[in-house]
């Protein structure tokens, strides 16, 4: 496959972009490098670049783009918004539509507040954390992402370990020493945390179902103990739900199906992004009314936005939010990527390449590694430098993966089963040369 305009544009890129690209996570850095590749246009499962090849695309914008690219109705309502002014500055009426279906979806959040980003969102549950409960401590788990604040840049999964920078320079130690991490899926070094720190701590931050060394389910029993053992200490359960909110029913993690006690398992604040945007920019963050109570104007905790809640991100999500409602739809997402699930185990096992992969509803990932995967030390031990190898062949067949081991596969409404027997056929040839 040719790339030629993409590697001038990345030459020229490098000279006006930092590292030619405005998002590490973009860069080809732990694939090989070189030029990653520049994309033009995309329409429903499919991306083209600028050398004009095609795509299957399996990236979903690293999760948002759930109802495939330039959905109808998204782009009907982007269009909406942009005739009628995209930013006043001023309260909508969108904005309260949206909140509601938030609510509705995820019951543990009396009040929302939007804002920007996924970062935002995370970064602002801390401060209310803080605020409330008048402690400076936070508490994570290794290798989970919770966006590029200063405080949770630390042991900070997919971006950051994908390019050997778990932790980020520029943040200085006194931040750094108010977060402890300790390891996902075990509640052994929470119980240790708590028990040192535990009347410093505000609050333990957790993706609960992580997407950021792979897709991982917590074992049973550990939000539930991870709920408990917080709340015993006086602290706050955080969730980081950035990419697991509609990602795999119309809910989130915390009224996933898979979890039997949802009462158990009920954070005090939750972090929402991505997908509540329909593929424009947007983070939410809620929970309960008197946590929430916190924040300017009612409260002395400041957070504020121009861009927060403007139109044509409110409609966008509201669109995507109503595509994510017909029924059928997550089924079939979840059909397709047991489809392809068990066909690429099928290939690798075939080829007698070491594969493991973590499926839950319609995302995935494949650590190549003969151990399951169930938290992050387990996902560092897959080989970086065969995944490497399989992005790269995978990319020259026309089909789009995330450039980074630790990152998932995401299924949208716009795959077609054509897509998914294309996509098998290229991991069978994919498969077959990495044997050689
Ligand atoms: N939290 C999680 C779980 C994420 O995966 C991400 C981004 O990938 C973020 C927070 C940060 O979101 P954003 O990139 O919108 O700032």
Redesign the pocket.
């Known amino acids: 496959m040719q790339r030629s305009r993409s590697s001038e544009l990345y030459e020229e890129a490098q000279k006006h972009i930092v590292g030619g690209v405005n998002s590490p996570s973009r860069s080809f850095k732990a694939v090989g490098g070189g030029a990653p590749v520049f994309m033009e246009k995309g329409q429903g499962a499919y991306f083209w670049d600028v050398d004009g090849n095609r795509y299957i695309d399996y990236l979903a914008a690293?999760?948002p783009i759930i109802t495939g690219h330039a959905h109808p109705k998204v782009t009907e309502a982007i269009v909406q918004a942009a005739q009628n002014g995209t930013l006043y500055g001023t309260a909508t009426e969108h904005e309260i539509r949206l909140a509601k279906v938030l609510k509705d979806a995820i019951p543990s959040m009396d009040k929302v507040r939007f804002v920007n980003?996924?970062?935002?969102a995370?970064m602002t549950t801390i401060r209310v954390a803080r605020a409330f409960t008048g402690r400076n401590k936070i508490i994570k788990f290794a290798g989970?992402?919770?966006?590029?604040a200063d405080l949770v840049l630390v042991a900070a999964g997919?971006?950051p370990s994908t390019l050997g920078i778990p932790d980020s320079a520029g943040i200085p130690p006194s931040i750094a020493s108010e977060v402890i991490t300790v390891p996902f899926n075990e509640l052994d070094g929470l119980r240790l945390a708590l028990e040192r720190w535990g009347d410093e701590i505000a609050a333990v931050m957790v993706?609960p179902i992580v997407?950021?060394f792979g897709m991982v389910m917590p074992k049973p029993g550990f939000l539930e103990g991870l709920c408990q053992m917080t709340r015993d200490a006086g602290a706050l359960v955080i969730y980081?739900e950035?990419?697991s909110a509609f990602r795999f029913h119309h809910g989130s993690a915390q009224t996933f199906s898979a979890f039997p006690d949802q009462d158990a398992i009920r954070p005090d604040l939750t972090?929402l992004?991505?997908i509540i945007g329909g593929g424009l920019p947007i983070?939410a963050y809620g929970g309960r009314a008197d946590l929430m109570a916190m924040i300017a104007p009612l409260g002395p905790a400041y957070q504020a936005g121009t861009m927060a809640g403007n139109p044509a991100s409110v409609l966008a999500g509201l669109a995507c939010l109503d595509v994510l409602r017909e029924p059928g739809v997550y089924e079939r997402m979840e059909t397709q990527a047991i489809r392809l699930v068990n066909g690429l185990q099928a290939s690798a096992d075939r080829y007698g390449v070491p594969l493991t992969i973590n499926r839950i509803a319609g995302a995935f990932s494949t650590h190549f590694c003969g151990h399951p995967v169930t938290n992050y030390e387990e996902a560092q031990g897959s080989d970086g430098e065969r995944f490497a190898r399989f992005f790269r062949l995978m990319l020259d067949r026309g089909i789009y993966l995330a450039p980074s081991k630790y990152e998932a596969w995401f299924l949208t409404t716009a795959h077609s089963d054509a897509d998914i027997e294309e996509t098998l056929d290229a991991a069978e040839l994919s498969f077959r040369e990495m044997s050689k």
């Not at 980003?117 to 935002?120: H, K, N, Y």
């Not at 989970?144 to 590029?148: A, D, N």
């Open positions: 690293f999760g980003s996924g970062t935002e995370v989970c992402y919770h966006g590029h997919s971006g993706e997407g950021n980081d950035v990419i972090a992004g991505k983070g």
